[in-house]
């Protein structure tokens, strides 16, 4: 695995917008000043050159991300202070590389083999129980929404875990623009299917394109959002340009890429990894600790990056925000869990 060990105080700098890195900066100083915690003289002599490593750090990211994307002057974006993490940012070039994205392979050439993928022009059609169907330019809908941007940890069914700062919007204002009929009970979610470009589709073994779905009231929890950019600036290609889902409440596997397509329907969408193997990976997929995956432990989740092994929380610790959208349910339920 190309997971290098690292050291906490080693992030922060390289993982944010330019004002996060100087909150972060002023934080990390206090802190320092007052004595606490880890920093012995090693960190004191990272901080001293820390511009000239910046720049560089900065140029060797750029070829992540893609080139002449119409919309890099939108970000980076505002954040928005309600969502705080428990834990550092993870490195921006691991969350940039190490990525799940089965229609370019299942190795971790997938950031190479996506960047193939053609991001303009882009449309998104929104059909299904709508008061109108319509087809929506990804640069005219950046206009009409205001971007944003949110501290996320993700939790990857196979117990690895990121935390990142995305930009994008909120999926209600989707949902807003979409106006679902009262029929509509969920949405469906597809990603785009091009075999010629994407090799991974190419194997017919598995049923593309990759699908996903949400009740309409999980779409329009606070907490779903559209992501259109990553750590200031626009979504590289391997983490699903021009835009995705981002349920961090959910395992990784519901965060679906590179999206074509919201479709709002009255029956229950069957999601691609359900379809494939419904008995692992069902509909629900809420991430709690106590309920295994039916061959490993989800009790604990390795902190990308640093090797740490630490606690799973009970929806990826985001309950205060979702737990009411399941409170009538069966909860010793397997299947919302899973
Ligand atoms: N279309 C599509 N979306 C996808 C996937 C995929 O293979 N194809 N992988 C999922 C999984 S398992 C995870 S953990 C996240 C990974 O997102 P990242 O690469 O930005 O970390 O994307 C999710 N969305
Ligand atoms: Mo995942």
Redesign the pocket.
Known sequence: MLIKRRRGWELPESAATPEAVYRDRRRFLKTAAAGSVLLGAGGLLAACDEPAQAESRAEDLARFYPQDDPSAALYPVPRDPRFELDREITEERL?VT??????FGSSKNVWQNAQDLEIRPWTIAIGGEVEKEMRLDIDDLLQRVELEERLYR?R???AWS?AVPWAGFPMRRLVEIAKPLSGAKYVKMT?FLDPDTAGGQRSSWYPWP?VEGLTIEEATNELAFIGTGIYGKPMPK???APL?LVVPWKY???????LVSFEFTRERPVS?WEEIQGREYGFWANVNPEVPHPRWSQAQEELLGTGEKIPTLLYNGYGEWVAELYAGMDQTSRTLWM
């Open positions: 969350a190490y990525n799940n994205f089965y229609e993700h990857c069914v196979e990121m990603t990759y391997q983490n699903g995705r990784g596997f519901k965060s679906v890429k590179s691609f």
